[in-house]
């Protein structure tokens, strides 16, 4: 399976960030133990293949997901599954 992510440095906008975040896509191979983590995402939160995926990266690697979806991600963070900054 292939995902596409592009990384843009949150500073270019906000000086005083040093925070990356999605912007765009590229290829990239998808490991076992990711495709497994979006697997438990999408089936236990009934959310997008793509928010499941967002979050099992954010899993894998020790991320925090920056967000203003409250929508989709409060109960999630509510579980305390995964770091969330909400900024709205």
């Known amino acids: 399976m292939c ?3 592009y990384f843009r440095r ?7 960030c040093n925070i990356d ?3 765009g896509i590229i290829d990239c191979k998808i ?3 990711l495709l497994k983590e979006a697997i438990y ?3 236990k939160y009934r959310i997008s293949v793509a928010d499941s995926i967002a979050l099992s990266l954010a ?3 020790n991320a ?3 967000t203003s979806d409250h ?3 409060d109960c999630i963070d509510k579980a305390k599954e995964i770091d969330f900054y909400w900024f709205r």
Do not use: C, G, R, Y
């Open 41 to 43: 995402f999408k089936t």
């Open 71 to 73: 929508h989709e991600f």
């Open 64 to 66: 925090i997901i920056i």
């Open 21 to 23: 975040i999605v912007v």
């Open 3 to 5: 995902v596409s992510i």
């Open 10 to 16: 949150l500073a270019n906008f906000i000086p005083t």
């Open 59 to 61: 899993k894998v690697n």
């Open 31 to 33: 490991e076992e133990n």
